[in-house]
Every structure is written in structure tokens, then in C-alpha cells.
């Protein structure tokens, strides 16, 4: 079974870029027509999807948040990883990483909260 | 605002059955078969309960069940449990090949 690991700060001064890495463990970047997808979650509210990465590395994101998110995938270490621009206070958020198919997935363990401060 | 409807909240006492709908358009529910439904307990990760409308992951207990009608997908539990209060996401797939998840609903078993 595919497990996931978070790296990554959880303070991120705002007007910087948020950078998240999911390690990929039980399983490979590669596998065919796995999506690599990236979730979030403000305290006290719902989830938001962010986008996705499909295996061949082309990539969907949230129009709310196309603008400044890039999704990337290095199979070199078997990890996909999560870029976000222009931080504000609204960015943050519990971050959660996935896998499985663009719409049903399983998110890797208890995610990683960022917490967006100067 | 979210994409997809739900209710902020629904009850129900132990061993009787709840519904919980999701409602959106002819743009994401209506068009696919592709809605899933997530359990989050407090201060853990989403868990996927139900998939493509109606199917269940392994090990998923068979009293979650899921079916759609028109623009609105359903989650039903029944021989309600302690253990099944939490929130719960519906999501689907849409027409701009994006994601949309609802709002959330919040189970409370009395």
C-alpha cells in the first residue's frame, strides 16, 4: 500500500512561496494512471482541492488558485512536491497529499499544517 | 463558497439510518459517475467511504452506501454507531476536469 510522508516548512512568511514535498513510499510516481493530488484545509473550515499531478506529468489546478500553483513530480526521488506563490494569511492551512485516481484517493496520513505569519 | 451543497448538519440516534445529500449541476454530479464521499474524525485526515457513486474501498463497512439522482449524490448510514460521528465531504469530478468537494456535513449521533 502507497504511504506518504510530508516535508516541508510550517511557517511561511507572507508574500513568499509555500513548498511542500510528498515522498512517496510502497509504491512509485510512475505507476500508471496514478493521479498525485494535493488537498487543503483551513482551521475550522472544509476541504479544498488544490489540483493534481497524472503520472505522465500533466497537471489540473484549482482555477481559484491556478495563478500561483505549480505541482511538480521527481522521479528520481519519488516524491511530488507542491509550490505556492504569493502567500497570504488565507493559505493557511492543514495541507494533505494523495493518491489513487482524479477522483477518489487516499490522503497520506495526518497532512502538514502551514501556518502563514510574519 | 463551495462548488457542491450539503447540509451543515444532520443527526441521527444509534442503529437508525441517515442521509446526507449533495447537490450540484449537470456540470459535475450530473454528468459523472465519478462522486466520492470522505469521513474526517477531529484531527485526523479525510478517509474515502464510498467511490463512483456507489462503490466502497476494501475494508470500508458495508453500512455506507452511496447513489445519485439527477444533479444530487446521497451518503446513507445505517445501524447508526458512536464511531460514525465526524464530518463528511462529498466530492466530483467536473466538466473543467477539476475537483469540487462540498461544504461538509456534520454527523452527530445522539
Known amino acids: 500500500q502507497v504511504q506518504l510522508q510530508y516535508s516541508g516548512p510550517g511557517l511561511v512568511k507572507p508574500s513568499e512561496t509555500l513548498s511542500l514535498t510528498c515522498t512517496i513510499s510502497?509504491?512509485?510516481?510512475?505507476?500508471?494512471?496514478?493521479?498525485w493530488t494535493w488537498i487543503r484545509q483551513p482551521p475550522g473550515k472544509g476541504l479544498e482541492w488544490i489540483g493534481y499531478i497524472y503520472y505522465s506529468g500533466s497537471t489540473t489546478y484549482s482555477p481559484s488558485l491556478k495563478s500561483r500553483v505549480t505541482i511538480s513530480i521527481d522521479t528520481s526521488k519519488n516524491q511530488f512536491s507542491l509550490r505556492l506563490s504569493s502567500v497570504t494569511a488565507a493559505d493557511t492551512a492543514v495541507y494533505y497529499c494523495a493518491s489513487g485516481s482524479v477522483d477518489a484517493f487516499d490522503i497520506g496520513g495526518p497532512g502538514t499544517m502551514v501556518i502563514v505569519s510574519s | 463558497q463551495s462548488a457542491l451543497t450539503q447540509p451543515a448538519s444532520v443527526s441521527g440516534s444509534p442503529g437508525q439510518s441517515i442521509t446526507i445529500s449533495c447537490t450540484g449541476t449537470t456540470s459535475d454530479v450530473g454528468r459523472y459517475k465519478y462522486v466520492s464521499w470522505y469521513q474526517q474524525h477531529p484531527g485526523k485526515a479525510p478517509k474515502l467511504l464510498i467511490y463512483?457513486?456507489?462503490n466502497r474501498p476494501s475494508g470500508v463497512s458495508n453500512r455506507f452506501s452511496g447513489s445519485k439522482s439527477g444533479n444530487t449524490a446521497s451518503l446513507t448510514i445505517s445501524g447508526l454507531q458512536a464511531e460514525d460521528e465526524a464530518d463528511y465531504y462529498c466530492s466530483s469530478y467536473t466538466t473543467t476536469s477539476t475537483l469540487a468537494f462540498g461544504g461538509g456535513t456534520k454527523l452527530t449521533v445522539l
Open positions: 510502497g509504491g512509485s510516481v510512475n505507476f500508471n494512471n496514478y493521479y
Open positions: 463512483e457513486v456507489s
